[in-house]
């Protein structure tokens, strides 16, 4: 734990990270209620998560001209630089509508309109090119290649999130994007839908030979598995009395891993290990209210105290002399 917190509190030493994905209205429906239009989107999500670790936070993203000021402020006073977040006046912001089954963990899309983001042309600010850590959240493979194109210099590390629907119209463009990532971010579901394997064991070692070194398949309220070489970690998630919301938890985590990531600055294994917690434990917050309600005001104690419940919820003793 102490290294843990040694990291966790050196926020000042933190690589820089760029953040790119939607920024979005949604409105979503869950078994205990509804919100109206709520702000929401991927790269919100993942910089809001990352915002806790690091104060390098860059975000390049679309919006349009009927986004609130105040939700953009927001992100500011977390210390996330909007310099890159292009706002197109006359245009729409994309709007994502989902319902969230009995269960919690299916979920079915009501609506898509993708308004600014359908003709996204991600422009890099000058002040982002020496990036350290890139993290593409989930867009088009074609925006994810032209962002990895336009930064001159490699970022010492790049995780990738994608979804099913690209798979089926984009997968040409996606298994080129996945040539040059470090790290993809995915859940079981797309897992196995990607590399045609049930055996998630079996699906990483696919997924793996298509470039990532690093894949992690998150499993909602089951955990998620961190597969490198011969190695594999799991890390749980957390018990939760309350699931208020589950919308952008999958983002939170990937937020929470890169800004751990990029806080203490080594890409290795053991490291990777405890930003899947660190991860975790800011998906378990995402949870407990709707949109980024719960992930806008977290004090550093909270995300501690959770990370604790997380060694504690994972520990094992067990002496195999008795
Ligand atoms: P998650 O629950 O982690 O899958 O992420 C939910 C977020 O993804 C929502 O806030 C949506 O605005 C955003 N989203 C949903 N569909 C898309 C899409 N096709 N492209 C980009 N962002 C999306």
Redesign the pocket.
């Known amino acids: 734990m102490g290294q843990i917190y040694r990291n966790f509190a050196a926020k000042s030493h933190t690589m820089s990270l760029l953040v790119i ?6 409105a979503i429906e869950t078994p205990f209620g509804k919100s109206d239009r709520i702000i ?3 790269a ?2 993942i910089s809001l998560a990352a915002s806790y670790f690091s104060n390098k936070i860059n975000l390049v993203s679309v919006v349009g001209g009927d986004f609130p000021v105040t939700s953009i402020q927001m992100l500011e006073k977390r210390g996330i630089n909007t310099k890159g977040l292009q706002i197109l006046d006359d245009e729409k912001s ?3 509508s ?1 319902r969230y089954n009995n269960d919690m963990n299916t ?1 079915t ?1 009501l609506v ?1 309109e ?1 308004n600014v ?1 359908g003709t996204f042309d991600p422009i890099i600010p000058e002040a982002y090119q020496n990036c350290e850590y890139l993290m593409l ?4 493979p074609e925006v994810q290649l032209k962002v990895m194109e336009r930064i001159r210099n490699r970022p010492k590390l790049v995780a990738m ?1 994608t ?1 099913n ?1 690209w798979m089926d119209v984009a997968l040409d463009d996606l298994k080129k994007a996945l040539k040059k990532i470090d790290v993809l971010i995915i ?1 079981d579901e797309e897992a196995r839908i990607l590399s045609k394997e049930y055996s998630l064991v079996k699906a990483s070692r696919v997924i793996r030979e298509m470039g990532p070194r690093y894949l992690i398949i998150k499993k909602g309220e089951h955990g998620a598995l961190l597969f490198y070489g011969s190695r594999v970690y799991f890390a749980p998630a957390l018990p939760l009395e309350d699931v208020f919301d ?9 937020g929470g891993f890169m800004g751990y990531l990029a806080q203490s600055g080594r890409v290795d294994f053991d490291n990777m290990k405890r930003a899947v917690i660190f991860g975790s434990a800011m998906a378990s917050f995402c949870v407990e209210k709707f ?1 980024t309600a719960r992930i806008e005001n977290l004090r550093e104690e909270e995300i501690l105290q959770r990370v604790n419940a997380f060694i504690d919820l994972s520990q094992v003793d067990i002496d195999l002399t008795a």
């Open positions: 994905g939607s920024v979005a209205f949604d929401g989107g991927a919100t999500y994309f709007f994502w989902g979920r899309t898509t993708l983001l959240g989930n867009l088009s999130d979804m629907f859940n589950p919308t952008g938890a999958g983002d939170t985590f990937a949109g």
